[in-house]
């Protein structure tokens, strides 16, 4: 169900938790599920030279947790994508295995911890990579965590680059759907919620786009 | 039977007008709707893989602009009612992801704020797998699609019989010219069996009037070596128009007149009318109308998919025909076949009906096909089909069909 999104920030609080990625945990996390994640997220940043390295770190560090840990098996299988995406060049097939894996790890990890923002929001942004650039499509499994996010007001929780990440894939999502209204409304106000960061880039970016 | 024909061509060539009216309706408003506003496009921007698209973007190996276009009927200047431009917009989303060479595909039109009264149009799409495998009875298939960027496809055929290359690019000089070529030979089958060694050989020349309306002519020239060599020349126009009302309802409408040269002489002419529907995901209801009549000293052979039950080659050969067909297919299982191949099972029902009769025979015969079938689905990467079906006539005669196709 759409809701008013500028009501929504006008009158509710954010609350800063802290810096990226640490900021979405409710929980204290593992120091060696926190390396995996490291590893990850400097992966994800695209470090050309290590990326491979500190992807196959990551799932080394993770694989352990990986059955009994939510957020484990939701950055092993965010992992997994990421490798795909080193592969396609060079052997598309194996590139579309480690998509596959990766997704079901990520859909694992959601059921595991419905109520876990990083899990949802890993699986909204791996499901709009993943649909938008592979013949896999996952809008209808990203469905619920779009909801999980706007509808159910979970996106007030996160911090300012987070909060401007949530209404990014949300936007995206919804321009997927073929809402571009709504899609421009939710770009607007990732930028608004971290102009100077990524996300916020990449909506302002995506404003520009659609107005010609 | 020759009358009843006449009409049927009649009724075709009203289909087809339908269905391209269908298509032209785009532009500009039907009888039943009323009269809006119709606004032009003040630009058209593309967006390949993120990144912006103008006739003058270097191809670098990506999908070019005129490509991308080709798949469309918007362009600048152009008018469309609101109307118009949804239904464009959508029909160019599935053209675009029809043609295998995209992963995604998004259409949007919004009024232009630099210009306003006039429309943007944001075509924004993302390089899909651009390899092709498949193949059929006997015969591998291994091809690259999009070339240079290029709408087109180069294709390797080798296999027990049939080995060669095919070439085809649908938009020509970036222009909506159809070109092909192809050779073929039955090599090793011609060793083995002590048959004639073949050598099949195509070129395709035709364009597109509107993205969906294609005219052309193929010219096949076979040549067999045994003793000596036969050439049997056909030359086949056709026409086809392909109607995209929504991801559930596509209708296809084929024309297409064969014309033999050689030791066979003779001419016939065939129309089609194929139309599918997907009321839900897994269900699809599909039915196929076609018929065809000798011209010139020649016969139709009604064998493999057109009758698929056990009739003798001779009951199946005749000078005229009028033929339904219908499916009921159900989408029973879709998985990934190991690395990570999508396979979709598709098991379904079937009939075939047809009313055939000879020139020099006043009789009109019944033949019939009903029963089952099983389709196995490789789409992207692989874009391999394999139908399997089994079917009996009113006489109790039952035969096996195996096609490498996706449907009828």
Not at chain 1, 38 to 50: I, L, V, Y
Request: net charge negative; glycine share 8%.
């Amino acid at each position: 169900m759409k809701r008013n999104l500028k009501k929504i920030i006008l009158g509710g609080a954010c609350v800063l938790i802290g810096l990226a990625g640490a900021s979405l945990f409710a929980q204290e996390l593992n120091p060696q599920i926190q390396k995996g994640i490291e590893c990850h997220d400097r992966a994800r940043a695209g470090d050309p030279k290590n990326t491979d390295a500190l992807i196959e770190e990551c799932l080394k560090t993770l694989e352990p947790f990986i059955q009994t840990d939510a957020i484990a098996c939701a950055v092993y299988g965010s992992a997994l994508t990421i490798k795909a995406s080193i592969v396609v060049e060079t052997n598309a097939i194996k590139s579309l295995e480690y998509l596959d894996k990766g997704n079901g790890f990520i859909d694992k990890a959601v059921t595991m911890k419905s109520d876990e923002i990083y899990c949802r929001m890993l699986r909204l942004e791996n499901g709009i990579e993943v649909s938008r650039t592979s013949p896999l499509k996952r809008y209808s499994d990203i469905k619920s965590d779009v909801e999980f996010l706007i509808d159910d007001e979970k996106v007030e929780e996160l911090s300012g680059n987070d909060k401007a990440e949530a209404y990014l894939y949300c936007g995206f999502y919804y321009l997927d759907s073929g809402d571009l209204d709504y899609a421009l409304e939710l770009f607007e106000l990732a930028q608004q919620a971290a102009p100077d960061s990524d996300s916020g880039k990449r909506a302002q970016k995506m404003l520009d786009k659609y107005s010609e | 039977m020759i009358q009843i024909m006449k009409r049927c061509g009649v009724l075709f060539l009203i289909i087809f007008l339908i269905s391209v009216c269908a298509g032209f309706g785009a532009e500009g408003d039907t009888a039943q709707v009323p009269a809006t506003v119709r606004m032009s496009i003040s630009k058209i921007k593309v967006y390949l893989d993120e990144e912006e698209l103008t006739q003058d973007t270097p191809a670098d190996g990506k999908i070019r602009y005129s490509t991308i276009l080709s798949y469309t009927k918007f362009r600048e200047n152009k008018k469309f009612t609101k109307k118009g431009f949804e239904k464009e917009a959508e029909t160019t989303r599935l053209r675009l992801m029809n043609s295998g060479l995209f992963y995604s595909a998004q259409i949007e039109t919004r009024e232009s704020r630099k210009n306003p009264g006039t429309m943007v149009v944001y075509i924004t799409v993302r390089t899909g797998f651009l390899l092709r495998f498949g193949g059929g009875n006997a015969y591998g298939l291994f091809g690259k699609a999009a070339l240079g960027g290029r709408r087109n496809l180069l294709a390797g055929y080798l296999g027990y019989n049939k080995s060669g290359a095919s070439y085809v690019d649908e938009n020509a000089f970036g222009v909506p010219l159809i070109l092909g070529a192809g050779a073929f030979t039955n090599v090793p089958q011609s060793l083995v069996e002590k048959e004639p060694l073949a050598f099949d050989t195509f070129l395709k020349a035709g364009f597109f009037a509107t993205p969906d309306l294609s005219m052309g002519a193929d010219v096949q020239a076979l040549i067999s070596i045994k003793g000596g060599a036969t050439t049997e020349i056909t030359v086949s126009p056709f026409l086809c128009h392909t109607a995209l009302f929504s991801e559930r309802l596509m209708m296809k409408t084929e024309v297409c007149q064969f014309n033999y040269f050689g030791e066979v002489q003779g001419s016939s002419l065939e129309a089609a009318v194929n139309v599918e529907y997907t009321p839900i995901k897994q269900i699809t209801l599909a039915g196929r109308l076609n018929g065809g009549l000798v011209i010139q000293d020649t016969e139709i052979n009604l064998t493999e998919q057109k009758i698929r039950s056990g009739y003798t080659p001779e009951e199946l050969t005749t000078d005229c025909y009028g033929r339904f067909s219908a499916e009921f297919r159900w989408n029973a299982l879709s998985f990934n076949m190991p690395p990570c191949f999508p396979v979709d099972l598709i098991p379904y029902v079937f009939t075939d009906l047809a009313l055939a009769q000879d020139y020099s025979d006043k009789a009109i015969r019944l033949l019939d096909a009903y029963g089952v079938g099983l389709a196995i689905n490789f789409d992207c990467p692989v874009f391999a089909y394999f139908n399997f079906s089994y079917g009996v006539n009113h006489q109790g005669k039952g035969r096996f069909v195996f096609a490498a196709m996706q449907s009828f």
